[in-house]
């Protein structure tokens, strides 16, 4: 199991270093540049020219991506061009926030996936099954913004039930296990959680019924075996694949969903990299995407693990 | 904001008896706590802006950097009074109290300070802060330099060379040529103070708690999601203390957020609700307050040479095809059909003898005079933003004025651009590659027209031309050369304005671009907010607001 670790380990790092290329380049590729939200229209050359020798935008791409990956190493990220801050430091506090709202939404989004996917599946081709698979299909289908703010309408505005933005009612940004912390994750958590749950819900349902069907299943009745005992082998035997769909989910669910928290004005990653972009706020850009890689990376690496503990076919 | 915290009462026969001392004691904290709290009205702002201004003295984030962080947070020695809402804004006296040209040498300006006024921190303001400030911007040897602020406000004070004191109390502004128009580039520049930032010579530990004269002091502030302030019970003009306890600024880029979050009670007032929630607002008794100011969505047209713009047939056909009230309904009556540069009504408009109106029988008449009919229209491609600061509704609006100009012999198209890349774009002037190579002729940036150099020099100037200035189009007549430099050395207030209203009336006559609308500056306010005057600014005063309980 070690050396499958450690096997996987070498093959991140290729595909990280990758990503801070592309990330690089992409920024660079896109119209716009740093200075222009920053800057009056009509700001002086000389004085472009100082901001950029201050940000490192005055040498050569190669030479700053090199600069920046060396810095990048100790996780130095360099200084947010809009408001001057360690970068680190605003993202660190994002990725908490995005981590409480991507738990909030995977624990809905997975429970309800399983359990509809597990009745779909276990009732494949009859009407349970067809309407949670329509229920599946909706949900991947929906624009998770237009739901959110059709939440918003319905649970703030006309039953004014629950807040329709923010982390707290002040304005803050603190997370503790208070009501209102909770109220306000309310609807941004239901809002995330409908996709990742109408892909789980497709996911097991397609290996519970697949499952169900093979002559394993069969051997087990012929055994005797109560219908419980049968669902938890099979659970067991879907457990692999349905564990890396859900892997990938939590993965993207991390990385902050940029329209449900610019809708909710949830001050996670997503709207971090949504302010970034627009402002074409590079060392953001680049420290932000880096870092939800690396997490992607991480979150891969460890469903790969964990199928191989659950399924030791897979280590082969 | 009323928060009352409920106190269980006190058993005191019981298991949990107390003195009559702690009696008293709970009981006076209890009224006092409770006091507090109902005394305490916090004003709760939603602004459009996607993350906090800088609050270190020069903001970004545009006019809305200057409006929440700048002129609440700081001073500059000339203010604008945004007291009143029949009239434009006029530059008043701020941290100076008078100022007059040098009689003997029209590149030397005397500005008397005001005494008495203190900073944030406690620290007094005088002739050296002024001194210490200008370094600060300008000269980049001094420990207190820094980049952005000085990248931030040079465009605001191009005519300023050098600041000197001539006793604690007076300074002496010298220009590097003669500019009438120094008053108004001072009202751009604010004043920090240099006994805080001295404490740890870190503009970043300043940034943490700042300190200018302004009416409001700096509590605190979240990145990308609120800052705090309260009033500054010493501030020097008594009539501008601000009535609420508190204001919470929050950065809400989303439209609809902002709109649910006043209609759900999070805010109580929020900037520029998008059009189609007006009614709704209404319904739900939220007063929209708007009102004209100096603002314009045109298109600046390219003049380089073979630019089919240089025809001033085809110039007026486009002015006189535009249904600006049709445009307006779209828009849910939030503007104000533009009948040139400025908006109607505007001290610079003057009297233009080309009238701007919804005239296609006329349009058409002059396209087919320039040598273009219905079968041979006049291609022409815009730049235009998907969105951005004061676009208004860019998409639509723009897709409007193309159905209108291509019933009248034109063929319009968009490139589309993201703000970023289109404020990048109108950088380069028309005849760089990227336009010549996309086919551009027209750029739709929105302009603010506050002061005489954003009005019309920055765009009307043969030595403004991009990235100098804004005038993208290289649009070089001397009439407007002279004017301007007449403008900009004449020195009573009259006087100028009169020069103004000729270079307004002279570009519209000659239809120097395509004018289409003015914004209303919308905003929403709850019920219970009172007492807002909206000014014919792009600054705007929290000051006087009460909330009704």
Known sequence: MLSYILQRLVYAIPIALGVTIVCFSLVYIGPGDPLSSILPEDAPQAVIDKIKAEYGLDKPIVMQYWLWLSKALVADFGKSIVTGNAVLSE???????????????????????????????????????????ALAITGVSVPHYWLAIVLVIIFSVELALLPALGMTGSGDTSFSFSLENFRHMVLPVVALSVIPAGIVTRTVRSAIAELLNMEFVEALRSKGLTEARILRHVAKNAAPQVLAVMGLQLGYLLGGSILIETVFAWPGTGLLLNNAIFARDIPVLQGTILMLALIFVILNLAVDIAQAVLDPRIKR | MRRIK???????????????????????????????????????????????????????????????????????LVLWDLSKDKESAKLVPGLAESWEIDPKNDKRWIFKLRKGVTFHDGSPFTADDVVWNFAKVKDDKAPQYEAKQAALVAVRIPALSA?????????????????????????????SSQEHWQKTKSWAEFAKSPSGTGPWK??????????????????????????????????????????????????????????????????????????????????????????PWNDIRVRKAANLCIDREGLNKLLGGLSIPAKGH????????????????????????????????????????????????????????????????????????????????????????????????????????????????????????????????????????????????????????????????????????????VWVTHDVNPRALSPKVEGFVQAKSWFQDLTPITLKK
């Open chain 2, 342 to 513: 400025m908006p109607p009504g505007d001290a610079w408009f003057g009297k233009p003898t080309f009238e701007i109106g919804y005239k296609p029988d006329e349009a058409r008449k002059l396209m087919t005079e320039a040598g273009f009919t219905a079968a041979k229209p006049l291609p022409i491609k815009w730049a235009i933003s998907t969105s951005g600061s004061g676009q208004m509704q860019p998409l639509p609006m723009f897709e409007f004025v193309q159905a209108n100009l291509n019933e009248c012999h034109f063929k319009l198209e968009a490139e589309v651009m993201e703000w970023n890349a289109l404020t990048a774009f109108s950088r380069k002037p028309a005849d760089d590659k990227e336009a010549v190579a996309k086919g551009v002729d027209g750029i739709i940036v929105s302009r603010a027209l506050q002061d005489p150099y954003s009005a019309f020099e920055r765009v009307f100037h043969s030595a403004r031309i991009s990235p100098a200035g804004s005038n993208w189009g290289k649009l070089k007549l001397p009439v407007y050369d002279e004017l301007l430099a007449k403008a900009s050395l004449t020195f009573d207030k009259e006087l100028q304005d009169e020069v103004l209203r000729k270079v307004h009336e002279t570009a519209v006559d000659n239809a120097e671009w």
């Open chain 1, 91 to 133: 993202l660190l506090p994002a990725l908490k926030n995005s981590l409480i709202l991507a738990v909030g939404g995977a624990a809905v989004g997975f429970i309800v996936g399983a359990v509809l996917g597990g009745l779909a599946g276990y009732f494949h081709g009859r009407p349970a099954d067809r309407m949670f698979t």
């Open chain 2, 163 to 191: 600041v000197n004191k001539i006793d604690d109390y007076t300074v002496e502004i010298l220009t590097s040529k003669p500019s009438a128009y120094v008053p108004y580039q001072v009202s751009f520049w604010f004043m």
């Open chain 2, 6 to 76: 409920s106190t269980r009462a006190i058993n005191a026969t019981g298991k949990g008896r107390a003195s009559i001392g702690q009696l008293l004691a709970v009981a006076g904290v209890t009224a006092g706590l409770t006091t507090s709290a109902v005394a305490e009205s916090v004003l709760r702002v939603g602004m459009t802006a996607a993350d906090i201004p800088v609050n270190i003295g020069q903001p970004d984030q545009g006019f809305e950097g200057f409006r929440f962080m700048g002129y609440m947070l700081y001073d500059a």
């Open chain 2, 218 to 307: 700096f509590v605190s502030q979240t990145q990308r999601a609120k800052v705090e302030m309260v009033p500054n019970k010493a501030y020097w003009n008594k009539a501008r203390i601000p009535k609420v306890d508190r204001v919470i600024l929050r950065p809400i880029p989303e439209a609809s957020a902002r709109v649910a979050a006043l209609l759900s009670g999070q805010v109580d007032f929020i900037e520029a609700p998008p059009p189609d929630s007006i009614d709704r607002l209404k319904s739900a008794g939220m007063k929209i307050i708007t009102n004209a100011y100096p603002h314009n969505w045109a298109v600046t047209l390219s003049r380089i040479p073979g630019s």
